[in-house]
């Protein structure tokens, strides 16, 4: 039970207030390109001249997107920054500023609030990006967080990650384990406790890491296509294989699943496959690309990336997604991890 | 009462499919500078090289901000971008893309949220700007619209339009007559019918105008100081006064109510300076500066900005908002317009 924080419901401070409270708890860190930030119209930022700038927004719902008495407002605040770093760091671009459009219910404490913000700001700062400006209104309903991230990508000519970049031959690679986030989840679904594993889960479900250095490093290496993986891997593999018009073969005892996760669930590889919100990066590389991209992996002391299929020609009826499983087997696979709206899956 | 349209509710149609039929139907207008839009992680963008860019973002919540029975989808479309490129056009801006970030219940028809992009790429197009991207996520408790908007002033070092930049002597002014919307507003919660200015005022409360042209004519004539009228008179104003620390004095006879709404409404001093969502640009300027604006508005043919006061040095507490009544006495006003949070003043 999370013990109710001090401060004032927000609904009896003053607007100007809340919002001046919050700019001081944000204020530390400033850019030197940000010459607007919060307290007028708009933000004004100017980018380095010629590069490309990636934009990309994702809004968060109350009792869609998360439970506020399963997570704290500073990890909220985290988590909410996070899923869109990781947008812009599938694109193979640097996070540079984020607005916020914040909708309270009006009963948060305004501590909570900040608290919010702060959690959202300590990781702006660890990637150097600046919360540059949003609004505050009044959502009777639940918390809506809407966030949009904006990053400066190479100059113009030069490539960024795409979906569509990927070749028959292509090796299938992720950046990590995948199943912990879902993990997570569960142990709050089911108020699971004793379990050794809880803590990585949780924070691997509360406060993801958007992958933001290993998509710079990626792309250095020459890997041209990649999409993060925040639906799962049967969520999302289906739409590189769609943009690109291609076929995935995964090799199911390739996927990375944690022991912590394989020893707990029953269906583990349900949870690594379809959980979805793990965050990490999945990519697409030629063999001599992805070898390159290991080795430098290796040598700026990051776990290195995992293959886990390859890309091939699509079928007759277009781009398939298929599994070999472990006793060799090859089968299509239903595409579909999280899906807000149609027949769920 | 609005007759509901066709096709069937969102909830039960695929959510690719759905994004695909918004693509389909805003994809004939694309920008060159566009490489990228919907379908990525995030759209790519490259503005032109060493130009200022504005970003602004607000989120529209239903039974706050809007009710559906009132307004048509296609007509909420254009309300929700109109806001956000008028707070572009206070910097004094060129609006170029958008991310909208929908939030919805699930029952709408599919045939209504296409029109409510086609409502909003209608808008969009007008002022040549482009819907580059956003999401759909699932909103059980009522519709959320956030939008984002970005904008391209001129190279840095050169001014934009701010709430900062008003000096004492200079003239007050707004772009049109205000009240209308808050009329528009009243005819709903009314339900007031036969009433000659109805059409009008509706239009102006449905589908405002961003004032985006105005604003590139006041920067062009010298005009530094500028905040866009959603809060109202008495709530934008202070904010100019706050941020620029300068008392203004308006004269009650100087601000431009139309006759329907005098006619009508026995509080319609109130509507106008505390009505808000006007989307009127409120400006301040050098008597010469003024005049250099009106003779620009008037060689292109556009209604010339009126003048309603007059910034001065603040008072011995700080910025002070003051009003000449008909009768000549001198009144400090209690700021407020539209607020959302705190003691409803």
Redesign the interface.
């Known amino acids: 039970m999370r013990i109710p924080s001090g401060g004032r419901p927000?609904?009896?401070?003053?607007?100007f207030?809340?919002i001046d409270s919050i700019q001081r708890s944000i204020m530390l860190h400033k850019s030197t390109r940000l010459?607007?930030g919060i307290?007028?119209?708009?933000?004004?930022?100017?980018?380095r001249?010629?590069?490309?700038?990636?934009?990309?927004?994702?809004?968060l719902?109350e009792?869609?997107?998360f439970r506020v008495p399963w997570i704290e407002y500073r990890d909220l605040g985290h988590k909410a920054l996070a899923v869109n770093l990781s947008?812009?760091a599938?694109?193979g671009?640097t996070p540079r500023?984020v607005?916020?459009?914040l909708?309270?219910r009006?009963n948060e404490r305004d501590r909570e609030v900040i608290e919010f913000y702060q959690g959202m700001n300590g990781l702006a700062r660890q990637f150097r990006t600046v919360i540059?400006?949003?609004?505050?209104?009044?959502?009777?309903?639940?918390m809506?967080i809407?966030i949009?991230?904006?990053?400066e990508?190479p100059p113009?000519g030069l490539p960024?990650l795409?979906?569509?970049a990927a070749q028959v031959g292509d090796v299938i690679a992720v950046t990590g384990a995948l199943g912990l986030a879902a993990g997570g989840l569960r142990t709050y679904l089911y108020d699971l406790r004793n379990l050794d594993g809880r803590p990585v889960m949780r924070e691997h479900f509360d406060r993801p890491t958007p992958r933001v250095r290993e998509a710079r490093v990626l792309l250095r290496s020459g890997v041209r296509a990649a999409?993060?993986l925040s639906d799962g891997l049967y969520g999302d593999l289906p739409k590189i294989c769609a943009?690109s018009n291609l076929s995935a073969l995964v090799d199911a005892t390739k996927i990375p699943v944690p022991s912590s996760i394989r020893w707990v669930f029953t269906d583990w590889f349900d949870l690594a496959v379809r959980g979805g919100e793990d965050y990490e990066l999945l990519f697409t590389a030629s063999p001599a690309v992805f070898r390159r991209a290991c080795q430098a992996f290796r040598r700026l002391g990051m776990p290195e990336p995992i293959a886990i299929g390859t890309m091939q020609e699509p079928g007759a009826d277009g781009p398939e997604h298929k599994l070999r499983k472990q006793n060799g087997q090859v089968e299509v696979v239903e595409p579909g991890g999280f899906?807000?709206?149609?027949?769920k899956r």
Chains 1, 2 share one sequence.
Do not use: C, N
Not at 132 to 142: E, M, N, Q
């Open positions: 927000v609904e009896e401070v003053d607007e207030d809340l010459s607007l307290g007028d119209d708009a933000a004004v930022w100017t980018p001249p010629g590069r490309q700038i990636v934009l990309t927004t994702d809004t719902i009792e869609v997107d947008d812009i599938a694109m671009a500023l607005l916020v459009s909708g309270l009006g540059a400006g949003g609004d505050i209104s009044d959502s009777p309903h639940g809506v809407s949009t991230a904006i990053g990508g113009k960024l795409t979906r569509s999409i993060d943009a899906v807000h709206f149609g027949p």
